[in-house]
Protein backbone atom coordinates (compact mmCIF):
# COMPACT_ATOMS: atom_id res chain seq x y z
CA UNK A 1 0.00 0.00 0.00
CA UNK A 2 1.29 3.71 -0.95
CA UNK A 3 2.37 6.29 2.08
CA UNK A 4 1.29 9.56 1.80
CA UNK A 5 1.02 11.38 -1.33
CA UNK A 6 4.02 13.69 -0.48
CA UNK A 7 6.63 10.61 0.40
CA UNK A 8 5.60 8.74 -3.16
CA UNK A 9 8.33 8.72 -5.84
CA UNK A 10 5.89 8.56 -8.17
CA UNK A 11 4.48 11.04 -7.59
CA UNK A 12 4.58 13.90 -11.40
CA UNK A 13 6.67 12.85 -14.19
CA UNK A 14 8.90 9.30 -14.08
CA UNK A 15 11.61 9.55 -11.46
CA UNK A 16 14.99 10.45 -12.82
CA UNK A 17 17.87 7.91 -12.82
CA UNK A 18 20.98 7.89 -11.64
CA UNK A 19 22.37 8.69 -15.21
CA UNK A 20 19.80 11.51 -16.58
CA UNK A 21 18.53 8.50 -18.62
CA UNK A 22 14.94 7.19 -18.19
CA UNK A 23 15.07 3.53 -17.80
CA UNK A 24 11.56 2.31 -19.75
CA UNK A 25 11.32 -1.74 -19.75
CA UNK A 26 8.32 -3.64 -21.38
CA UNK A 27 6.21 -6.18 -20.37
CA UNK A 28 3.96 -6.84 -23.28
CA UNK A 29 4.62 -7.15 -27.08
CA UNK A 30 1.31 -8.55 -27.65
CA UNK A 31 -2.44 -9.42 -26.53
CA UNK A 32 -1.63 -13.04 -24.97
CA UNK A 33 1.70 -12.36 -24.08
CA UNK A 34 3.39 -13.57 -20.85
CA UNK A 35 1.28 -12.76 -18.07
CA UNK A 36 4.22 -12.32 -15.45
CA UNK A 37 6.54 -10.44 -17.20
CA UNK A 38 4.89 -7.25 -15.52
CA UNK A 39 6.20 -8.96 -12.16
CA UNK A 40 9.49 -9.83 -13.58
CA UNK A 41 10.18 -6.55 -14.84
CA UNK A 42 9.28 -4.83 -11.35
CA UNK A 43 11.04 -7.22 -9.29
CA UNK A 44 14.07 -7.61 -11.41
CA UNK A 45 15.92 -4.60 -11.07
CA UNK A 46 15.17 -0.64 -10.59
CA UNK A 47 12.89 0.43 -13.81
CA UNK A 48 11.25 3.90 -14.07
CA UNK A 49 8.77 2.80 -16.28
CA UNK A 50 6.76 -0.08 -17.91
CA UNK A 51 5.18 -0.14 -20.88
CA UNK A 52 3.15 -2.88 -23.19
CA UNK A 53 2.03 -2.78 -26.15
CA UNK A 54 -1.06 -4.93 -26.81
CA UNK A 55 -2.58 -4.13 -30.23
CA UNK A 56 -1.77 -5.71 -33.57
CA UNK A 57 -3.85 -5.27 -36.74
CA UNK A 58 -5.39 -8.40 -35.79
CA UNK A 59 -5.99 -7.52 -32.32
CA UNK A 60 -8.65 -4.73 -33.36
CA UNK A 61 -10.46 -6.77 -35.06
CA UNK A 62 -10.76 -9.31 -32.19
CA UNK A 63 -11.73 -6.43 -29.57
CA UNK A 64 -13.90 -5.25 -32.26
CA UNK A 65 -15.66 -8.72 -31.58
CA UNK A 66 -15.94 -8.58 -28.59
CA UNK A 67 -17.46 -5.35 -28.29
CA UNK A 68 -20.43 -6.94 -31.11
CA UNK A 69 -21.00 -9.28 -27.87
CA UNK A 70 -20.37 -6.99 -24.88
CA UNK A 71 -20.35 -2.95 -25.38
CA UNK A 72 -18.35 -2.81 -21.95
CA UNK A 73 -15.26 -4.89 -23.54
CA UNK A 74 -13.14 -4.19 -26.04
CA UNK A 75 -9.73 -4.16 -23.96
CA UNK A 76 -6.84 -6.19 -23.37
CA UNK A 77 -8.07 -7.96 -20.59
CA UNK A 78 -5.13 -10.03 -19.94
CA UNK A 79 -3.42 -6.43 -18.80
CA UNK A 80 -5.77 -6.71 -15.81
CA UNK A 81 -4.25 -9.84 -14.73
CA UNK A 82 -1.25 -8.41 -14.77
CA UNK A 83 -1.79 -5.66 -12.45
CA UNK A 84 -4.19 -7.81 -10.46
CA UNK A 85 -0.67 -8.98 -7.96
CA UNK A 86 1.37 -6.28 -9.51
CA UNK A 87 -0.07 -2.55 -8.93
CA UNK A 88 0.60 -2.56 -5.39
CA UNK A 89 4.24 -3.15 -5.95
CA UNK A 90 4.95 -0.88 -8.94
CA UNK A 91 3.14 1.69 -6.38
CA UNK A 92 4.97 1.50 -3.82
CA UNK A 93 8.34 1.41 -5.73
CA UNK A 94 7.46 4.92 -7.76
CA UNK A 95 7.20 2.79 -10.96
CA UNK A 96 4.76 4.55 -13.71
CA UNK A 97 2.51 2.14 -16.14
CA UNK A 98 1.93 2.77 -19.64
CA UNK A 99 -0.01 0.67 -21.71
CA UNK A 100 -2.33 0.55 -25.36
CA UNK A 101 -4.51 -1.98 -23.61
CA UNK A 102 -7.05 0.22 -23.73
CA UNK A 103 -7.70 -0.46 -27.00
CA UNK A 104 -11.29 0.38 -28.01
CA UNK A 105 -12.47 1.21 -24.98
CA UNK A 106 -9.78 3.03 -22.87
CA UNK A 107 -11.95 4.39 -20.73
CA UNK A 108 -13.68 1.04 -19.60
CA UNK A 109 -10.16 -0.30 -18.91
CA UNK A 110 -9.30 2.87 -16.63
CA UNK A 111 -12.56 2.56 -14.82
CA UNK A 112 -11.78 -1.38 -13.95
CA UNK A 113 -8.25 -0.70 -13.16
CA UNK A 114 -9.84 1.46 -10.48
CA UNK A 115 -11.76 -0.46 -9.63
CA UNK A 116 -9.27 -2.78 -8.77
CA UNK A 117 -7.17 -0.36 -6.77
CA UNK A 118 -9.98 0.51 -4.66
CA UNK A 119 -10.91 -3.71 -3.72
CA UNK A 120 -6.71 -3.65 -2.57
CA UNK A 121 -7.11 -0.71 -0.43
CA UNK A 122 -4.74 1.37 -3.55
CA UNK A 123 -4.67 4.95 -3.95
CA UNK A 124 -3.59 4.73 -8.26
CA UNK A 125 -3.90 7.67 -9.96
CA UNK A 126 -4.89 6.35 -13.61
CA UNK A 127 -5.16 8.28 -16.93
CA UNK A 128 -6.88 7.49 -20.32
CA UNK A 129 -6.17 8.73 -23.94
CA UNK A 130 -8.79 8.41 -26.22
CA UNK A 131 -10.26 10.26 -29.47
CA UNK A 132 -8.30 7.87 -31.95
CA UNK A 133 -11.88 5.79 -32.29
CA UNK A 134 -13.61 7.14 -35.23
CA UNK A 135 -16.60 5.03 -35.28
CA UNK A 136 -18.23 7.36 -34.87
CA UNK A 137 -17.59 9.46 -37.51
CA UNK A 138 -18.85 7.15 -40.40
CA UNK A 139 -15.41 8.05 -42.64
CA UNK A 140 -15.44 4.94 -43.91
CA UNK A 141 -18.18 2.77 -44.99
CA UNK A 142 -18.64 -0.73 -43.05
CA UNK A 143 -16.43 -0.54 -40.66
CA UNK A 144 -15.93 -2.36 -37.68
CA UNK A 145 -13.16 -0.28 -35.96
CA UNK A 146 -11.35 2.50 -37.27
CA UNK A 147 -8.73 3.71 -34.92
CA UNK A 148 -6.66 6.91 -35.97
CA UNK A 149 -3.03 6.49 -34.85
CA UNK A 150 -1.77 8.84 -31.98
CA UNK A 151 1.53 10.13 -30.99
CA UNK A 152 2.68 10.69 -27.21
CA UNK A 153 2.13 14.20 -25.93
CA UNK A 154 -0.83 12.99 -24.63
CA UNK A 155 0.58 10.35 -22.54
CA UNK A 156 3.44 12.99 -21.32
CA UNK A 157 0.55 15.37 -20.58
CA UNK A 158 -1.03 12.42 -17.94
CA UNK A 159 2.63 11.78 -16.45
CA UNK A 160 3.11 15.39 -15.85
CA UNK A 161 0.13 15.85 -14.19
CA UNK A 162 0.77 12.85 -11.71
CA UNK A 163 -1.05 9.63 -13.03
CA UNK A 164 0.53 6.63 -11.96
CA UNK A 165 -1.38 4.25 -14.61
CA UNK A 166 -2.04 5.57 -18.72
CA UNK A 167 -4.17 3.29 -20.65
CA UNK A 168 -4.90 4.33 -24.08
CA UNK A 169 -6.36 3.31 -27.51
CA UNK A 170 -4.62 3.44 -30.55
CA UNK A 171 -1.41 5.26 -30.17
CA UNK A 172 1.66 4.13 -32.46
CA UNK A 173 3.40 0.94 -30.52
CA UNK A 174 6.23 3.40 -30.03
CA UNK A 175 4.42 6.11 -28.08
CA UNK A 176 3.92 4.20 -25.15
CA UNK A 177 7.81 4.41 -24.48
CA UNK A 178 8.34 7.99 -26.46
CA UNK A 179 5.82 9.45 -24.25
CA UNK A 180 7.19 8.81 -20.82
CA UNK A 181 10.71 9.98 -22.01
CA UNK A 182 9.06 13.37 -23.46
CA UNK A 183 7.96 13.79 -19.82
CA UNK A 184 10.88 12.86 -18.20
CA UNK A 185 13.21 15.47 -20.50
CA UNK A 186 10.63 17.88 -21.27
CA UNK A 187 11.25 17.61 -25.29
CA UNK A 188 9.15 19.88 -27.36
CA UNK A 189 6.96 19.16 -30.28
CA UNK A 190 9.99 20.64 -32.49
CA UNK A 191 12.94 18.13 -30.84
CA UNK A 192 12.82 15.96 -33.99
CA UNK A 193 15.75 14.10 -33.80
CA UNK A 194 15.42 13.45 -29.54
CA UNK A 195 11.59 12.11 -30.59
CA UNK A 196 13.29 10.20 -33.39
CA UNK A 197 15.27 8.44 -30.99
CA UNK A 198 12.82 7.60 -28.96
CA UNK A 199 10.98 6.00 -31.63
CA UNK A 200 13.43 3.64 -32.54
CA UNK A 201 13.87 2.81 -29.18
CA UNK A 202 9.82 2.33 -28.63
CA UNK A 203 10.17 0.20 -31.89
CA UNK A 204 13.03 -1.78 -30.64
CA UNK A 205 11.08 -2.89 -27.38
CA UNK A 206 7.85 -3.25 -28.38
CA UNK A 207 7.58 -6.39 -29.48
CA UNK A 208 9.02 -7.45 -25.90
CA UNK A 209 11.36 -10.60 -26.02
CA UNK A 210 11.94 -10.12 -30.08
CA UNK A 211 14.34 -7.74 -28.99
CA UNK A 212 16.15 -10.19 -26.98
CA UNK A 213 16.45 -13.25 -28.77
CA UNK A 214 13.25 -14.55 -29.52
CA UNK A 215 12.00 -15.44 -33.26
CA UNK A 216 15.97 -14.57 -34.10
CA UNK A 217 17.68 -16.49 -37.05
CA UNK A 218 20.48 -16.32 -35.17
CA UNK A 219 19.31 -18.35 -31.75
CA UNK A 220 22.06 -21.11 -32.48
CA UNK A 221 24.89 -18.37 -32.52
CA UNK A 222 22.84 -17.32 -29.18
CA UNK A 223 23.40 -20.96 -27.69
CA UNK A 224 26.68 -21.33 -29.05
CA UNK A 225 27.82 -18.13 -26.72
CA UNK A 226 26.36 -19.19 -23.94
CA UNK A 227 23.27 -17.38 -23.40
CA UNK A 228 20.79 -18.44 -21.64
CA UNK A 229 18.14 -19.57 -23.55
CA UNK A 230 16.50 -22.50 -22.34
CA UNK A 231 14.95 -20.37 -19.38
CA UNK A 232 12.60 -17.32 -20.25
CA UNK A 233 13.71 -14.89 -21.79
CA UNK A 234 14.01 -11.39 -20.57
CA UNK A 235 11.93 -8.71 -21.93
CA UNK A 236 13.90 -5.81 -22.93
CA UNK A 237 14.90 -2.32 -21.34
CA UNK A 238 15.75 1.24 -23.02
CA UNK A 239 17.85 3.75 -21.55
CA UNK A 240 16.63 6.59 -23.51
CA UNK A 241 19.24 9.47 -22.77
CA UNK A 242 18.19 13.66 -23.07
CA UNK A 243 19.47 13.43 -26.58
CA UNK A 244 16.98 10.72 -27.87
CA UNK A 245 20.38 8.24 -27.86
CA UNK A 246 19.99 4.94 -26.06
CA UNK A 247 20.84 1.84 -24.78
CA UNK A 248 18.60 -1.79 -24.96
CA UNK A 249 19.15 -4.21 -22.16
CA UNK A 250 17.55 -6.64 -19.83
CA UNK A 251 17.73 -7.18 -16.36
CA UNK A 252 20.48 -9.51 -15.17
CA UNK A 253 19.85 -13.02 -14.83
CA UNK A 254 16.90 -13.46 -17.38
CA UNK A 255 17.39 -15.59 -20.23
CA UNK A 256 17.99 -14.16 -23.84
CA UNK A 257 21.24 -11.84 -25.11
CA UNK A 258 20.77 -8.66 -26.36
CA UNK A 259 23.37 -7.92 -29.47
CA UNK A 260 23.49 -5.74 -32.24
CA UNK A 261 21.64 -8.54 -34.20
CA UNK A 262 18.86 -9.14 -31.82
CA UNK A 263 18.23 -5.56 -32.55
CA UNK A 264 18.61 -5.33 -35.58
CA UNK A 265 16.10 -7.92 -35.90
CA UNK A 266 13.45 -5.83 -33.88
CA UNK A 267 14.24 -2.43 -36.11
CA UNK A 268 13.88 -4.32 -39.60
CA UNK A 269 10.60 -5.71 -38.38
CA UNK A 270 7.41 -4.44 -39.77
CA UNK A 271 8.99 -1.55 -41.57
CA UNK A 272 8.37 0.31 -44.80
CA UNK A 273 10.56 2.39 -46.41
CA UNK A 274 13.96 4.28 -44.77
CA UNK A 275 11.41 6.59 -43.01
CA UNK A 276 9.01 5.62 -40.01
CA UNK A 277 6.54 8.00 -39.87
CA UNK A 278 4.98 9.04 -36.94
CA UNK A 279 2.36 11.30 -35.58
CA UNK A 280 4.79 13.11 -33.67
CA UNK A 281 7.96 12.93 -36.08
CA UNK A 282 9.05 11.28 -38.93
CA UNK A 283 12.54 9.41 -38.42
CA UNK A 284 15.24 8.31 -40.70
CA UNK A 285 15.82 4.36 -40.19
CA UNK A 286 19.29 5.46 -42.30
CA UNK A 287 20.61 7.54 -39.82
CA UNK A 288 20.59 4.50 -37.40
CA UNK A 289 24.15 3.57 -35.66
CA UNK A 290 24.66 0.59 -33.35
CA UNK A 291 27.03 -0.72 -30.92
CA UNK A 292 27.55 -3.64 -28.79
CA UNK A 293 28.39 -1.64 -25.36
CA UNK A 294 29.06 -4.24 -23.30
CA UNK A 295 27.13 -7.82 -22.03
CA UNK A 296 23.45 -7.33 -23.20
CA UNK A 297 23.73 -3.72 -23.52
CA UNK A 298 23.18 -2.39 -27.39
CA UNK A 299 23.92 1.41 -27.83
CA UNK A 300 21.66 3.31 -30.55
CA UNK A 301 22.75 6.51 -31.53
CA UNK A 302 23.00 9.08 -34.31
CA UNK A 303 18.98 8.85 -35.12
CA UNK A 304 18.03 11.55 -36.91
CA UNK A 305 14.18 13.01 -37.77
CA UNK A 306 12.01 15.90 -39.11
CA UNK A 307 8.77 17.38 -38.93
CA UNK A 308 5.41 14.72 -38.74
CA UNK A 309 3.62 13.94 -41.85
CA UNK A 310 0.74 16.14 -42.33
CA UNK A 311 -2.26 13.32 -42.31
CA UNK A 312 -2.93 10.64 -39.87
CA UNK A 313 -2.69 6.89 -40.67
CA UNK A 314 -6.19 5.01 -39.74
CA UNK A 315 -6.29 1.21 -39.35
CA UNK A 316 -9.61 0.47 -40.40
CA UNK A 317 -10.98 -3.53 -40.11
CA UNK A 318 -14.39 -4.76 -42.02
CA UNK A 319 -15.86 -7.62 -41.43
CA UNK A 320 -15.15 -9.89 -44.98
CA UNK A 321 -17.39 -12.30 -44.52
CA UNK A 322 -17.06 -16.15 -43.06
CA UNK A 323 -14.23 -18.65 -43.89
CA UNK A 324 -14.11 -22.90 -42.78
CA UNK A 325 -11.33 -25.53 -43.46
CA UNK A 326 -10.88 -29.06 -44.06
CA UNK A 327 -7.75 -30.89 -43.99
CA UNK A 328 -7.21 -34.11 -45.70
CA UNK A 329 -3.96 -36.58 -44.77
CA UNK A 330 -2.74 -38.02 -48.14
CA UNK A 331 -0.03 -41.06 -47.43
CA UNK A 332 2.13 -43.09 -49.22
CA UNK A 333 2.04 -43.75 -53.09
CA UNK A 334 0.23 -41.62 -55.74
CA UNK A 335 -0.35 -38.74 -53.18
CA UNK A 336 -0.90 -36.38 -56.44
CA UNK A 337 -3.45 -39.15 -57.71
CA UNK A 338 -5.27 -38.79 -54.54
CA UNK A 339 -5.37 -34.69 -54.28
CA UNK A 340 -6.56 -34.59 -57.74
CA UNK A 341 -9.47 -37.55 -57.62
CA UNK A 342 -10.51 -36.24 -54.12
CA UNK A 343 -11.00 -32.66 -55.33
CA UNK A 344 -12.84 -33.79 -58.50
CA UNK A 345 -15.27 -35.69 -56.00
CA UNK A 346 -15.91 -32.41 -54.24
CA UNK A 347 -15.38 -29.06 -56.17
CA UNK A 348 -18.89 -29.59 -58.23
CA UNK A 349 -20.51 -30.07 -54.92
CA UNK A 350 -18.91 -26.70 -52.76
CA UNK A 351 -21.10 -24.04 -52.86
CA UNK A 352 -18.74 -21.04 -51.28
CA UNK A 353 -18.35 -18.28 -52.98
CA UNK A 354 -14.55 -19.20 -52.83
CA UNK A 355 -12.39 -22.37 -52.48
CA UNK A 356 -8.65 -22.18 -52.36
CA UNK A 357 -6.60 -25.79 -52.39
CA UNK A 358 -3.23 -26.16 -50.83
CA UNK A 359 -1.19 -29.03 -50.69
CA UNK A 360 2.45 -29.69 -49.44
CA UNK A 361 4.79 -31.37 -51.91
CA UNK A 362 4.95 -34.58 -51.88
CA UNK A 363 7.37 -36.39 -50.16
CA UNK A 364 10.16 -39.15 -51.53
CA UNK A 365 11.87 -41.84 -50.56
CA UNK A 366 11.11 -44.67 -48.10
CA UNK A 367 10.17 -42.79 -44.92
CA UNK A 368 10.66 -44.99 -41.56
CA UNK A 369 7.41 -42.75 -40.46
CA UNK A 370 4.18 -42.84 -41.24
CA UNK A 371 4.05 -38.74 -40.57
CA UNK A 372 7.20 -38.91 -42.95
CA UNK A 373 5.26 -40.72 -45.45
CA UNK A 374 2.40 -38.04 -45.69
CA UNK A 375 1.70 -34.64 -46.35
CA UNK A 376 -1.69 -31.79 -46.04
CA UNK A 377 -4.00 -31.31 -48.40
CA UNK A 378 -6.19 -27.93 -47.08
CA UNK A 379 -9.53 -26.64 -48.38
CA UNK A 380 -10.43 -23.45 -47.58
CA UNK A 381 -13.13 -21.77 -48.08
CA UNK A 382 -14.69 -18.12 -47.64
CA UNK A 383 -18.34 -16.31 -48.28
CA UNK A 384 -20.03 -13.59 -47.55
CA UNK A 385 -22.58 -15.95 -45.72
CA UNK A 386 -21.82 -18.52 -43.18
CA UNK A 387 -24.63 -20.32 -44.61
CA UNK A 388 -22.28 -22.15 -47.49
CA UNK A 389 -19.30 -22.91 -45.15
CA UNK A 390 -21.15 -24.83 -42.69
CA UNK A 391 -22.77 -28.37 -43.74
CA UNK A 392 -22.90 -27.51 -47.29
CA UNK A 393 -19.12 -27.52 -47.01
CA UNK A 394 -17.96 -29.66 -44.76
CA UNK A 395 -20.63 -32.22 -45.02
CA UNK A 396 -19.77 -33.88 -49.01
CA UNK A 397 -15.94 -33.97 -47.25
CA UNK A 398 -17.05 -36.38 -44.56
CA UNK A 399 -19.44 -38.22 -46.61
CA UNK A 400 -16.24 -39.60 -49.06
CA UNK A 401 -15.04 -41.36 -45.64
CA UNK A 402 -15.42 -44.58 -47.32
CA UNK A 403 -15.55 -43.49 -51.04
CA UNK A 404 -12.48 -41.73 -51.86
CA UNK A 405 -9.29 -41.97 -51.90
CA UNK A 406 -6.94 -45.31 -50.01
CA UNK A 407 -6.28 -44.19 -46.20
CA UNK A 408 -8.74 -40.99 -46.24
CA UNK A 409 -8.40 -39.02 -42.80
CA UNK A 410 -9.22 -35.35 -41.85
CA UNK A 411 -7.03 -33.85 -39.54
CA UNK A 412 -9.91 -32.74 -36.99
CA UNK A 413 -13.88 -33.27 -36.84
CA UNK A 414 -15.69 -30.90 -38.84
CA UNK A 415 -15.48 -27.17 -37.47
CA UNK A 416 -18.11 -23.93 -37.44
CA UNK A 417 -17.54 -21.45 -39.55
CA UNK A 418 -16.02 -18.30 -38.61
CA UNK A 419 -16.06 -14.76 -39.48
CA UNK A 420 -13.04 -13.10 -40.59
CA UNK A 421 -11.90 -9.31 -41.09
CA UNK A 422 -10.58 -7.36 -43.65
CA UNK A 423 -7.64 -4.84 -42.41
CA UNK A 424 -7.08 -1.34 -44.81
CA UNK A 425 -4.93 1.42 -43.82
CA UNK A 426 -6.54 4.77 -44.27
CA UNK A 427 -5.68 8.22 -44.34
CA UNK A 428 -7.35 11.47 -42.50
CA UNK A 429 -6.55 15.17 -41.81
CA UNK A 430 -5.79 15.38 -38.38
CA UNK A 431 -8.26 18.29 -37.52
CA UNK A 432 -10.77 14.91 -37.78
CA UNK A 433 -8.98 13.67 -35.03
CA UNK A 434 -9.63 14.78 -31.31
CA UNK A 435 -6.39 13.59 -29.55
CA UNK A 436 -7.50 13.82 -25.44
CA UNK A 437 -6.25 13.10 -22.49
CA UNK A 438 -8.56 12.19 -19.40
CA UNK A 439 -6.25 12.98 -16.53
CA UNK A 440 -6.63 10.79 -13.58
CA UNK A 441 -8.71 13.60 -11.68
CA UNK A 442 -11.26 13.98 -14.31
CA UNK A 443 -10.33 16.94 -16.15
CA UNK A 444 -9.78 16.58 -20.01
CA UNK A 445 -7.07 18.01 -22.54
CA UNK A 446 -6.96 18.11 -25.92
CA UNK A 447 -2.81 17.97 -27.32
CA UNK A 448 -2.83 20.69 -29.66
CA UNK A 449 -1.59 19.33 -33.74
CA UNK A 450 1.60 20.05 -34.83
CA UNK A 451 1.95 23.30 -36.93
CA UNK A 452 4.85 22.40 -38.80
CA UNK A 453 4.63 19.21 -41.53
CA UNK A 454 7.49 17.28 -43.02
CA UNK A 455 8.38 18.32 -46.71
CA UNK A 456 7.09 16.23 -49.18
CA UNK A 457 10.44 15.19 -50.62
CA UNK A 458 11.09 13.90 -47.05
CA UNK A 459 8.57 11.34 -47.45
CA UNK A 460 9.06 10.50 -51.08
CA UNK A 461 9.03 6.42 -50.79
CA UNK A 462 11.42 6.67 -53.11
CA UNK A 463 14.15 7.64 -50.75
CA UNK A 464 17.13 5.04 -50.03
CA UNK A 465 15.52 2.58 -52.71
CA UNK A 466 17.70 0.34 -55.03
CA UNK A 467 19.98 1.20 -56.70
CA UNK A 468 22.51 0.45 -53.95
CA UNK A 469 25.42 2.44 -53.31
CA UNK A 470 28.09 0.64 -53.65
CA UNK A 471 29.86 0.08 -56.54
CA UNK A 472 29.42 -3.29 -59.20
CA UNK A 473 31.48 -6.36 -57.50
CA UNK A 474 34.49 -7.82 -59.61
CA UNK A 475 33.65 -11.00 -61.47
CA UNK A 476 34.64 -13.51 -59.33
CA UNK A 477 34.01 -17.60 -58.99
CA UNK A 478 30.94 -18.00 -56.85
CA UNK A 479 29.40 -20.98 -54.52
CA UNK A 480 25.84 -22.15 -55.08
CA UNK A 481 25.15 -22.13 -50.94
CA UNK A 482 22.05 -21.05 -48.89
CA UNK A 483 21.63 -17.45 -48.23
CA UNK A 484 21.41 -17.73 -44.58
CA UNK A 485 25.23 -18.54 -44.52
CA UNK A 486 25.63 -15.27 -42.92
CA UNK A 487 22.40 -13.11 -43.79
CA UNK A 488 20.25 -13.29 -40.91
CA UNK A 489 16.41 -12.33 -42.12
CA UNK A 490 13.37 -11.26 -39.80
CA UNK A 491 9.69 -11.39 -41.48
CA UNK A 492 6.26 -9.97 -41.00
CA UNK A 493 3.04 -8.52 -41.91
CA UNK A 494 1.42 -5.15 -42.69
CA UNK A 495 -1.76 -5.36 -43.87
CA UNK A 496 -1.60 -7.29 -47.31
CA UNK A 497 2.11 -6.53 -47.46
CA UNK A 498 4.74 -8.72 -46.36
CA UNK A 499 7.71 -6.96 -44.96
CA UNK A 500 11.32 -9.10 -45.45
CA UNK A 501 14.21 -7.85 -43.41
CA UNK A 502 17.77 -9.02 -44.23
CA UNK A 503 21.47 -8.38 -43.05
CA UNK A 504 24.94 -9.42 -42.53
CA UNK A 505 25.08 -10.90 -39.23
CA UNK A 506 28.05 -9.61 -36.86
CA UNK A 507 29.98 -12.48 -35.94
CA UNK A 508 33.52 -10.76 -36.57
CA UNK A 509 34.55 -11.54 -39.96
CA UNK A 510 36.96 -9.12 -41.57
CA UNK A 511 34.78 -9.68 -44.67
CA UNK A 512 31.73 -7.80 -43.26
CA UNK A 513 32.01 -4.93 -45.58
CA UNK A 514 32.07 -6.73 -48.45
CA UNK A 515 29.42 -9.21 -47.71
CA UNK A 516 27.10 -5.88 -47.02
CA UNK A 517 28.24 -4.59 -50.22
CA UNK A 518 27.60 -8.10 -52.06
CA UNK A 519 24.03 -8.19 -50.25
CA UNK A 520 22.88 -5.03 -51.35
CA UNK A 521 24.35 -5.93 -55.02
CA UNK A 522 22.04 -9.53 -54.80
CA UNK A 523 18.78 -8.38 -52.72
CA UNK A 524 16.67 -6.75 -56.33
CA UNK A 525 13.11 -7.00 -56.94
CA UNK A 526 14.11 -9.66 -59.81
CA UNK A 527 15.92 -11.76 -57.20
CA UNK A 528 12.97 -11.42 -54.80
CA UNK A 529 10.51 -12.76 -57.08
CA UNK A 530 13.05 -15.41 -57.76
CA UNK A 531 13.26 -16.64 -54.64
CA UNK A 532 9.87 -16.20 -53.57
CA UNK A 533 7.99 -17.53 -56.76
CA UNK A 534 4.38 -16.44 -55.16
CA UNK A 535 5.61 -12.72 -55.62
CA UNK A 536 6.17 -13.20 -59.55
CA UNK A 537 3.16 -11.02 -60.56
CA UNK A 538 3.50 -8.46 -57.77
CA UNK A 539 4.85 -5.23 -56.69
CA UNK A 540 8.33 -5.46 -54.83
CA UNK A 541 10.28 -2.62 -53.11
CA UNK A 542 13.70 -2.67 -51.99
CA UNK A 543 15.99 -0.50 -49.73
CA UNK A 544 18.91 -0.16 -48.58
CA UNK A 545 20.08 0.54 -44.95
CA UNK A 546 23.78 0.81 -44.93
CA UNK A 547 24.43 1.90 -41.22
CA UNK A 548 22.43 -2.00 -40.43
CA UNK A 549 24.06 -3.46 -43.24
CA UNK A 550 20.83 -4.30 -44.76
CA UNK A 551 18.00 -4.19 -47.30
CA UNK A 552 14.46 -4.24 -46.66
CA UNK A 553 11.72 -5.80 -48.99
CA UNK A 554 8.35 -5.17 -49.22
CA UNK A 555 6.54 -7.69 -51.12
CA UNK A 556 2.80 -5.95 -51.98
CA UNK A 557 -0.05 -8.08 -51.77
CA UNK A 558 1.48 -11.14 -50.96
CA UNK A 559 -0.86 -11.58 -48.07
CA UNK A 560 -4.15 -10.86 -49.93
CA UNK A 561 -6.52 -8.50 -48.12
CA UNK A 562 -4.49 -9.75 -44.53
CA UNK A 563 -3.67 -11.96 -41.82
CA UNK A 564 -7.37 -12.30 -41.10
CA UNK A 565 -8.28 -12.92 -44.59
CA UNK A 566 -5.35 -14.87 -46.11
CA UNK A 567 -5.46 -18.61 -47.11
CA UNK A 568 -1.88 -18.44 -47.54
CA UNK A 569 -0.41 -21.43 -45.41
CA UNK A 570 2.08 -18.91 -43.60
CA UNK A 571 -0.55 -15.74 -43.30
CA UNK A 572 1.26 -13.14 -41.20
CA UNK A 573 4.63 -14.15 -43.03
CA UNK A 574 6.35 -14.97 -39.97
CA UNK A 575 8.48 -17.70 -41.57
CA UNK A 576 9.39 -16.27 -44.54
CA UNK A 577 12.36 -14.74 -44.24
CA UNK A 578 13.47 -18.31 -42.51
CA UNK A 579 12.29 -19.92 -45.78
CA UNK A 580 14.41 -17.08 -48.17
CA UNK A 581 17.62 -17.81 -45.75
CA UNK A 582 17.18 -21.70 -46.70
CA UNK A 583 16.81 -21.05 -50.39
CA UNK A 584 20.14 -21.32 -52.65
CA UNK A 585 22.33 -18.51 -54.11
CA UNK A 586 25.90 -18.14 -55.70
CA UNK A 587 27.87 -16.68 -52.94
CA UNK A 588 30.86 -14.86 -53.93
CA UNK A 589 33.67 -17.66 -52.98
CA UNK A 590 35.84 -14.54 -51.22
CA UNK A 591 33.17 -13.97 -48.80
CA UNK A 592 32.56 -17.46 -47.11
Not at 25 to 30: H, M, V
Not at 41 to 48: A, C, I, K, P, R
Request: contains cysteine; aromatic residues 6%; charged residues 20%.
Amino acid sequence: MTGPEVSRPGAGAPRASTTGAIRIANCSGFYGDRLSALREQLEGGDVDVITGDYLAELTMLILGMDTLRDADLGYARTFLKQLEGTLGLALDKGVKIVSNAGGLNPAGLATRIRELAAGLGLDAKVAHVEGDDLRAAHLFDGALTANAYLGAFGIASALNRGADIVVTGRVTDASVVVGPAIAHHGWTPTSYDELAGAVVAGHVIECGTQATGGNFSGFTDLFRAGAPMTTPLGFPIAEVAADGSSVITKHAGTGGAVTVDTVTAQLLYEIQTTRYLNPDVTTRLDSIRLHQQGPDRVEISGVTGTAPPERLKVAVNRLGGYRNQVEFVLTGLDVDAKAEWLRSQLDGQLTARDVTWTQAPARTGDADTEEGASVILRCIGKDPEAGPLGKPFTGPAVELALASYPGFTMTAPPQKPSPFGIYTPEYVDRELVEHTVVHHDGTREVIADPTTFADPAELDPGLGKRPSPYPAPADTITRRMPLGTFVHARSGDKGGNANLGLWVKHDGSPKYEARVQWLAKMVKDRKIRELVPEAKDLDVDVYVLPNLGAVNVVIHGLLGDGVAASTRFDPQAKGLGEWVRSRIVHIQEDLV
